[in-house]
């Protein structure tokens, strides 16, 4: 099965900025987190969301290049994994206007049942819309 990628636009702002004049690399794990929730919310039904969450076991970031004010980015995410009660996301922070990627991500992710707070596997119906044959 192939991954799905999904992706948005968005421009630096000067609260992403640091007192070095680029982006913090608060935000960025900021960034990696939102396009993750964003991906799950247009991909799953609300009853889904309802019942399972999402908690972070480990963050990787690998940066590359700095990010300037005003700067457009594409914010792309994928699962690139899962097994048992885990999934693998990965991030890609690429500027536009010469499509470099100037961060990277991975993210393993724990699926948990909202209302008991434990882990559940993840099960087709969870990872069907995020991968094509």
Not at 87 to 95: A, D, G, P
């Amino acid at each position: 099965m192939t991954p799905i990628p999904f992706q948005y636009e968005i421009e630096v702002q000067p609260e992403h900025i640091d007192d070095l004049k680029h982006v913090n690399n608060v935000t960025y794990l900021q960034w990696v987190q939102d396009v993750g929730e964003k991906h799950w919310n247009l991909k799953t039904s609300e009853e889904l969301r309802e019942k399972y969450g999402w908690v972070v076991l480990n963050h990787f970031i690998e940066y590359k290049s700095p990010a300037f004010l005003n700067e457009k980015l594409i914010l792309k995410t994928w699962i690139q994994s899962h097994e048992g009660v885990k999934s693998e996301r990965r991030v890609e922070v690429i500027r536009k206007k010469d499509n470099k990627i100037i961060a990277q991500a991975k993210t393993l992710w724990c699926l948990i049942e909202k209302q008991s707070h434990r882990p559940v596997r993840i099960t087709p119906e969870i990872t069907e819309p995020f991968f094509e044959d």
